[in-house]
């Protein structure tokens, strides 16, 4: 798999912003933000590092369910990263599960800045029933959301190819795009990346 350089995040800084448990929490001044959304463990947390050229910066973990808060990155002036918890990990006990729901509902319902989420699915496998429910979800309040099939650096070109078309006919049919990413050789940041600005630039002119 060849590697694709693709430097797109040129003279940004890129800080923490903070973590919120609460809607009382979320930034307040009115950038746009966009949010990464998507099964526990998808890779999060690490597409949202390497967009930002930050290793390190959110955290990354082999165990699943680490992302319990949402926490925001400002790039710039221009826009706040949201990363938000995953979903759909069994492990969890029904109480964490159901403040998890709540935190996300509560910062995707009505979040004023909100301008585009980035449903992040695993480019080896079919999207599962969390993934299905939260793009019903999405369509049914009119969010705009890309998806993002991460991990493609696992895939052969041919395997990729055949996933984006599944995606493209299945859960991302009603999306503004989808595209194969990975955050281990950067394929796929740099249009990602032009996505991500242009939302955040046309809410800002809105
Ligand atoms: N090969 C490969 N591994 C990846 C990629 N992205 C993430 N991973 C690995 O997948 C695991 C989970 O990554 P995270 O970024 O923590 O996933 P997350 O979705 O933020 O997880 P939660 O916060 O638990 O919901 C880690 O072991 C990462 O190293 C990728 O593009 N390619
Ligand atoms: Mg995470």
Redesign the pocket.
Known sequence: MPVVEEPHLHRLTVSFAGSAASPDQFPRDGLPEVAFL??????????LNALAGAPGM??????????RLVNFFRVGSELYLA?L??YG?AEVPDQVRRSWDRLATSYLLGRDPLALCVL?VDARQEPSAGDETLRTWLDHHRLPYVVAA?????LGRGATKARLADLEHGLGRQARGVMA????TGEGLGPLWRTVRAAAAGRRED
Request: net charge positive; charged share 25%.
């Open positions: 998507g099964r526990s463990n998808v890779g999060k947390s690490s597409l959110a955290r990354v973990s082999s165990t699943p369910g680490r992302t990363d918890p995953g990990y992040v991460t991990k493609a650096d696992k990413v990975s955050a281990e």
